[in-house]
């Protein structure tokens, strides 16, 4: 059954396809698909949404050609439904960043902070009030800058989603699955 086939080629290639767009990035031709299927989605702008498009006709033809019932439809329909959720969710997120006012205001907050936190401290601490506000300057300047890097999950850095991996064993689970 060809167009069974093809179903299984466009579920494979959509996780990659999500991981590739997340990162701003187009890689049709590395996408587990035939080549006339790759022709079809290479001149779409929105990837991974080309791909779901192409996995409700499949769907639709395959009802259509009396492959599945009217309940398999239904249930399959929504599963696709689910996958354009995710692609989504997953946009908000990477287009979604931190306030601009409530970095700049974190970062005069750092500021003032360590600038008055010597004066509060020399009193008990003497000469110590200064390694202790450089700790403390260490401390809130990294949490700045973790704010800043979860800002961004979808990258290429090691603190970021791994989208890669969950997407070869997606593929793996699908030739599982069709074999």
Request: charged content about 30%.
């Amino acid at each position: 059954m060809e167009k069974k086939e093809e179903l299984y080629d466009w579920m494979a290639a959509f996780p990659a396809s999500l991981s590739e767009h997340l990162r701003d990035e187009q890689a049709v031709e590395e996408l587990p698909l035939s080549d006339k299927q790759k022709k079809k989605i290479q001149v779409k702008t929105h990837v991974p949404n080309a791909i779901a498009g192409e996995i409700y006709c499949t769907l639709k033809e395959l009802k259509n050609d009396k492959h599945l019932s009217e309940e398999e439809m239904l249930m399959l329909d929504k599963e696709v439904k689910s996958l354009t959720d995710i692609l989504g969710a997953c946009e908000r997120i990477k287009n979604t960043p931190i306030p601009f006012s409530y970095s700049m205001f974190l970062k005069k907050l750092i500021f003032i902070f360590i600038l008055l936190s010597p004066f509060a401290f020399v009193h008990s601490l003497h000469y110590w009030s200064v390694a202790l506000t450089v700790l403390v300057f260490y401390i809130f300047v990294g949490l700045e800058y973790i704010s800043e890097e979860i800002e961004e999950p979808f990258g290429t850095d090691n603190n970021d989603l791994p989208t890669e991996e969950l997407a070869a064993k997606i593929l793996e689970n699908i030739k599982e699955i069709r074999a």
